[in-house]
């Protein structure tokens, strides 16, 4: 039973016990019917804790931004003491009515089919009490540290104040959060299964109470990942490397700058990013899908109260890699990507990229994702550079990666407790010890946002965001403070006053597209996604009326639109519906130029358009013109006369000595020639494709190279090729025969070399020869395709 059952006094019945209303409302019948009454229990004693925004180093003097006074803490979140006796939900003496109905859970995690499909919130005690609006009681959740926000009192009477949020069975120190004008945020620490949080409201205009008589309850489910890639997280230190950041003295003083608080601020970064991201994806219809860190046991450094205790917790897990490089290769001015004169600006990705390849080894087919900080970042006030320093995101396929430095990081906040002084502090960037980042860090919130926010932006560039025309992947990362706190103190790069309430419509956002993308990434996977399949190709294919036909084996996702000169996306179709799994999207899409230029301006419906297409398995397709898609170039008339139609080609057609080739298969001739086999020419790669006839005539597709396999079909039940499987990237490295009977050749060729792609007609249509390439072997091949 979920401990927060155990809270509900339960009525207990056999089928005998059933009794009339009548006789159920007997006193004197009850007892003997077995129903056992509620018991009246007492409040708990309060005992009193000091304010839990006050810095851990600095906890004598707490954050003019909030009340420093302290609460009394009354969290009766235990389920039951040592002797067994229940603690109450609520403070105060009052009793929980008997209920005669529980909500199970199944091991799967839904509740059971019973009259009460969905779980009731406990009524608040007052018509204060917080109330949560971004997300709703019994919610599953995929994220240790989840944000909320919500409101208390009548927002049509704004009042200050500030809510306490007490975790389930006490597994975490009850952490503030001001509340301004009736509205707040929080940052609430879960731990695996269902958790039960009690919210008080207190504030230093409403007469004092006994007990907190504002609160509320609520109740969520949080499901650890482990079955999507996770998102590493590394610190950089160069070789002789004395293992400090950039700090004003007075940080150094309070808090220190060495590697230990270099990791905890990373820690507490990433898991700022991950709380915003997740709710993201939720405004975006998409359920609160996010991706996971890979996590360690260790002494837990979420809260100061955990350095102090010693406490363990299960938390992200920072890699330290040693470079083998020093420190002053590492702070070399021609490798400083905001020194204007530097020549190789982007050695630091390929040393951070070599280092973080070493030390992982990926193998193959086995994606690494990895956001990288270098600590010996430094601030050379005397040439105006950061020096070590590159913001930078993407990769291979094998490493994706992010590279940030730690110019910043004095301003990150370390604690959970200390998120909102971190985003309130209006302290001025001394620039003879630390960086104002492009004129746009000039305090020290301000700091913390372009950090934490432009390191996010490169993270994003690793998961394959491109640039947006607004969101993260812009600069609205310059807003990231809004997302945690409801009230902006002064900015000293607008040079006004920040906004006096900050609701989710003025906070930082991902961009719609990054959504998309990160609905269908592997690392966002959830356990009740079906497998990533193997082939997430897309396949373009020109028909008759001077239509294209758009087909994806696992579902066309959605189109972006780029007219000549946009280099930023601007239009777009979405086919999908990414809230389901798996989501409902069609595998055909039929596009006419027309229908494409309507969604345009009139300024730009006669430009040239590009299209990049996505598929729901991460696949995408690019067409650089949509007008030559429909050109006569790719139309001919086949020998018995019927048009045909040239597909997308795979492959590049560049090698040495490159020439076209095309072959048309016997049922398109005119004397109906039937085909009795395939023989492929092969080695490591594909050299030729040569097909037999019933007349004893041959035609080759390629040419003749390395050894030929013979693939037989079965003429007598008519049997033919209806497409191929091929790994291809650069030239075509493997094939695979599909056939009309169902069956699938070996695969020829090399099997794992370039990326999976199923060559199929669009329905209504059959293949009737096949065009590409050929170098020293194939290196570029389509079908022709006729009804």
């Known amino acids: 039973m979920p401990s927060f059952l155990k809270d509900l006094s339960l009525r207990r019945r056999s089928k005998a016990s059933f009794k009339t209303s009548e006789t159920n409302n007997s006193s004197s019948n009850s007892s003997s019917n077995g129903v056992e009454e509620p018991q009246s229990h007492s409040a708990s004693n309060g005992s009193k804790s000091s304010s839990t925004l006050s810095s851990f180093f600095d906890r004598a003097s707490p954050p003019a931004t909030l009340a420093s006074t302290k609460s009394r803490s009354n969290t009766n979140l235990s389920s039951a003491n040592g002797n067994g006796t229940k603690t109450p939900p609520f403070a105060g003496s009052r009793s929980r009515q008997p209920s005669q109905q529980s909500n199970r859970y199944s091991l799967v995690g839904t509740q059971s089919q019973t009259s009460e499909t969905a779980s009731r919130p406990t009524p608040a005690t007052s018509p204060l009490a917080p109330r949560v609006l971004s997300v709703s009681d019994g919610s599953w959740v995929h994220q240790k540290v989840l944000l909320i926000f919500g409101q208390c009192a009548d927002p049509q009477q704004p009042i200050d104040g500030q ?90 003083q309070k808090e220190g700058n ?122 050379d006030h005397k040439v105006g550079t950061v020096r070590g320093h590159a913001a930078l995101g993407g990769g291979d396929g094998t490493i994706q990666l992010a590279i940030f430095g730690s110019h910043l990081l004095q301003s990150y906040p370390a604690h959970i407790e200390e998120v909102v002084p971190a985003f309130s502090d209006c302290t001025r960037t001394d620039t003879q010890y630390v960086a104002n980042d492009c004129n746009e860090a000039g305090s020290n919130w301000e700091a913390a946002n372009i950090g934490i926010g432009a ?14 025309e607004s969101g993260v992947m812009l600069r609205d990362y310059v807003r990231l403070n809004r997302t945690f706190i409801c009230r902006e103190p002064y900015s000293t790069r607008t040079k006004q006053q920040g906004q006096r309430l900050c609701l989710p419509k003025d906070e930082c956002a991902w961009h719609r597209l990054d959504a998309l993308r990160f609905r269908f990434h592997p690392c966002f996977g959830l356990p009740g996604d079906a497998p990533t399949p193997v082939d997430t190709s897309i396949q373009v294919w020109t028909v008759d009326n001077n239509t294209v036909l758009v087909t994806a084996a696992t579902g066309v996702a959605w189109i972006e639109l780029f007219p000549e000169g946009d280099d930023l996306c601007h239009y777009w179709i979405e086919y999908t519906d990414g809230s389901s799994s798996p989501p409902n999207a069609p595998r055909q899409v039929t596009l006419t130029e027309q229908s494409l230029r309507d969604r345009l301006p009139e300024d730009k419906k006669k430009r040239k358009l590009k299209l990049e297409v996505f598929s729901c398995g991460g696949g995408k397709h690019l067409v650089e013109d949509f007008s030559a898609l429909t050109s006569p170039k790719d139309r001919l008339k086949l020998p018995d006369g019927r048009p045909g139609y040239r597909s997308s080609k795979l492959g590049f057609s560049q090698m040495d000595g490159s020439t076209p080739q095309e072959s048309i298969f016997g049922l398109a001739w005119k004397n109906k020639e039937v085909m009795l086999g395939v023989k ?12 037999l006839y019933e007349d004893g005539k041959s035609d080759l597709f390629g040419k003749r190279g390395g050894q030929a396999t013979m693939f037989q079909l079965d003429h007598r039940i008519g049997e033919t090729i209806i497409g191929f499987y091929l790994r291809a990237g650069l030239w075509i490295d493997g094939l695979q025969i599909l056939t009309s009977t169902g069956k699938r050749s070996d695969m020829f060729g090399n099997g794992t ?35």
């Not at 949080?197 to 949080?222: C, Q």
């Open 163 to 252: 809510v306490t949020v007490h975790h389930h069975q006490d597994n975490f120190p009850p952490q503030q959060w001001p509340v301004s004008d009736c509205h707040f945020k929080a940052l609430v620490y879960l731990q695996p299964g269902p958790n039960r949080l009690r919210l008080d409201f207190t504030s230093p205009k409403l007469p004092a109470t006994a007990g907190p008589a504002h609160s509320a309850w609520i109740n969520i489910n949080f499901l650890p990942l482990n079955t999507a890639p996770p998102l590493q997280l590394c610190i950089l230190v160069a070789k002789d490397s004395p293992q400090t950041y950039d700090a004003v003295p007075e940080r150094i």
């Open 258 to 379: 060495n590697l230990a608080t270099a990791i905890r601020k990373f820690r507490m970064a990433a898991y700022l990013w991950q709380a915003f991201t997740a709710e993201q994806m939720n405004r975006n219809s998409f359920g609160r899908r996010c991706y996971r860190y890979e996590e360690e046991w260790q002494h837990g450094t979420l809260t100061w109260r955990d350095l102090e205790t010693g406490q363990m917790r299960n938390e992200a897990k920072v890699h330290v890699v040693r470079l083998d490089k020093t420190v002053k290769e590492v702070q070399d001015l021609n490798i400083a990507q905001q020194y204007e004169l530097a020549k190789n600006k982007g050695d630091l990705f390929s040393i951070a990229s070599d280092a973080v390849r070493s030390h992982f080894s990926p193998k193959p087919g086995q994606t690494q994702y990895v956001s990288c900080m270098f600590l010996d970042t430094h601030w």
């Open 455 to 468: 390191h996010l932006h490169e993270t994003g560039h690793l998961f394959g965001c491109p640039h947006q």
């Open 680 to 691: 492929i020419w092969h080695g490591g790669c594909v050299d030729g494709l040569e097909f």
């Open 753 to 787: 070399g370039g990326s999976g792609h199923t060559l199929v007609p669009p329905r209504g249509y059959s293949i009737a020869g096949l065009y590409g390439s050929v170098g020293p072997w194939l290196d570029g091949m389509g079908l022709i395709i006729t009804r």
